[in-house]
């Protein structure tokens, strides 16, 4: 395998993990490296650039219409009165059409907010239906909380209500727009507590808990995965490109862990047990928790191998390590469903933040995987890629770029030696052991045989004679008394 002469390791910028925009607050690969407020700052704006667009747009086509009309009508004044109102017609026709997609793309009337918050209000059939256990379960545990907030409770509860009866009848909305709603009405509601009902901001942070956990355990089956993106494509994807590349040593990550050692192999697979339980969460809070704790077991690993606190640097490589070992289950959708539905100030401080946005980086330098990424020549990489062969144990010490690849290959075919050889005594002295092993079970189990033989010796005593018959005639004893005889008695 032909290596670089030196040894890249994977590094990211902390600045790198910031939002763009520059506002002190972590971006994410899936708002194109902006923070959640700027994103949706971004996509107001280009929301809006695309309406005006799309309403020149149908201005101009209206506008071409016209003009073809009129000039149909001057160069066609002899046509009779028939084909004049077909004309006619059809040019109303389409006109009623460009109309219809101008206010389409107009913001609604203030008649028609009204009209939708009425229908909002109406019961839906979903939200009184028979809800899972687990629903009835978080429900009683929001009521519970709620109480303790008094009239802010009520509030809360009333809009949070509200909010379910208004989504339940907007399924058809896009993904986008339905994350949209849920990221206003985070806000509202923290506005809300904080500047009508003067609640701490301590405890609006609670609040806001529990509304997402309550919010999101209802909405979960209708927002996770849902048939109209293309999430589940992009989680074959990613299944698919975990599993090529299983072939990743940790040498080749600069993955500062040595799972030799007992305990940082338990951190291992608790790190791997972590990112596969978020597939098993509902709530966006209890999937970042889970990946919190698996951030946690690989920094505690970096620092018993290591034997010092371990840094940003050496936490990246390691997290990319764990998820290509681990494979979790629907990884986009999961990073996707948190993106879209989790309440923004999580993801956009705090050590939930940090840990979500590095695993958004280990995901897209797993999808950009490459040769020079690993140190490896492209023959070797698209060898491993193709399954024609398997890497081999890499040494861990890098050389200085001053020496010659000569004194390079003679130190790794040394050093394989000196694996090799020690591996022969190992065998020789674990066939010697058992060869004594085997030597002494069997003068065991003899020396046992013989003492047994010795406490209890085998007697072979002779051929008893076979006994004679109760009623036959007794000659050598003549003391016994006749035999009975049967009587007659007269009755």
Known sequence: MNLKSERRGIHVDQSELLCKKGCGYYGNPAWQGFCSKCWREEYHKARQKQIQEDWELAERLQREEEEAYASSQSTQGAQSLTFSKFEEKKTNEKTRKVTTVKKFFTASSRAGAKKEIQEAKAPSPSIHRQASIETDRVSKEFIEFIRTYQKPGQDIYKQCKLFLDTVSHKRDLSIEEQSECAQDFYQNVADRLQTRWKVPPEKVEKAMDEVE??????????????????????????????????????????????????????????????????????????????????????????????????????FLPTLIYIVLKGNPPRLQSNIQYITRFCNPSRLMTGEDGYYFTNLCCAVAFIEKLDAQSLNLSQEDFDRFMTGQTSPKKQESDSFSPDVCLGVKQMCKSLDLLSQLNERQERIVSEAKKLEKDLIDWTDGITKEVEDIVEKYPLEIKPKSQALAAIDSENVENDKLPPPLQPQVYAG
């Not at 909405?219 to 293309?230: G, I, R």
Request: glycine residues 0%.
């Open 213 to 314: 956990k309550y919010i999101m355990t209802r909405q979960y089956k209708y927002v996770f995965c849902p048939e109209t993106t293309d999430d589940e494509k992009k989680d074959l994807a990613v299944q698919k490109r975990i599993r090529a590349l299983h072939w990743v040593t940790p040498q080749m990550l600069c993955v500062p862990v040595s799972e030799e050692i007992p305990e940082v192999s338990d951190m291992v697979v608790k790190a791997i047990t972590d990112i596969i339980e978020m597939d098993s969460k509902r709530v966006p809070r209890d999937k970042l928790a889970c990946i919190t704790k698996c951030s946690k077991h690989i920094f505690n690993a970096i620092k018993i191998t290591k034997n010092e606190p371990a840094s940003a640097d050496d």
